[in-house]
């Protein structure tokens, strides 16, 4: 089945610098990726999501970009604020499945 | 617009009390829903789902239980709850048709004492 391995589980940046989360899934016959942002105490919320016919897009300043050769796919964030600190989860649906596969997070701190 | 609620917020129960968590989703027809768990700090853990009223497909066996009454409706159980049963319960839903975006609940906090 599909796996899906999320680095790295801590990130720390400074205000206005870039932050790059990867994330790695085994199946290529995966098809879609989401990410979700979860803020303390809440559900986690869609940020962003790239289909496997799609090499990157971008929604001002997170950006999802996928290899489908290597089987990975990242986030990046520019600009980065505070409000940007929360865990950060990928995840893959493979094809036929009504379920996501979740990588285990990532704690981003942007530091003022 | 589609909404997704989830009740309690917060619960804290003694262990072997009985559980019953609700989710309702408004603004669709025939969803397919989910509950997952996120013990303190880790991931995210999928429990049930269910693509239809009385289907449910179960992940991870252990002391919970999951029923469909209705279309837009998903309740999560136990009969007797453990200590290894807190954590923070999601119920998230999707369209119909594998591969497309979930939309998570605001969770339930469960402590179990």
Same mark, same amino acid.
């Given at each position: ?9 801590t990130l720390s940046v ?68 505070p409000?940007?600190s ?21 704690r981003l701190k942007v530091l003022? | ?44 853990? +999928? @429990?049930?789902? $269910? ?6 497909? *179960?992940? !991870? ?20 709850? +453990? @200590?290894?049963? $807190? ?6 839903? *999707?369209? !119909? ?17």
């Amino acid at each position: 089945g599909e796996n899906v391995e999320q680095h790295p589980s801590t990130l720390s940046v400074q205000e206005g610098d870039s932050a790059v989360i990867k994330c790695t899934y085994s199946d290529s016959a995966s098809n879609y990726f989401p990410w979700y942002k979860q803020e303390l105490g809440k559900g986690p919320q869609l940020i962003i999501d790239i289909r496997s016919n799609v090499g990157e897009k971008k929604d001002q300043r997170i950006a999802v970009t996928l290899n489908k050769t290597a089987k990975h796919f990242s986030l990046h964030i520019t600009e980065t604020q505070p409000e940007d600190s929360a865990v950060y989860f990928c995840a893959a649906s493979p094809p036929g499945t009504y379920k996501y596969i979740f990588g285990t997070g990532t704690r981003l701190k942007v530091l003022a | 617009s589609q909404t997704i609620h989830q009740w309690p917020a917060t619960l804290v129960q003694p262990v072997g009390s009985p559980l019953s968590l609700e989710c309702t989703v408004e603004g669709t027809s025939n969803p397919n829903l989910y509950w997952y768990r996120q013990a303190a700090g880790r991931g995210l853990q +999928l @429990l049930f789902y $269910s693509v239809g009223i009385g289907q449910i497909s *179960s992940e !991870v066996p252990q002391n919970l239980s999951a029923s469909r009454p209705q279309d837009r409706q998903f309740i999560l159980s136990s009969k007797k709850l +453990l @200590l290894s049963d $807190s954590g923070f319960y999601l119920c998230a839903w *999707s369209p !119909v048709g594998p591969g497309d975006g979930y939309t998570f609940g605001s969770g339930t906090r469960l402590t179990v004492v």
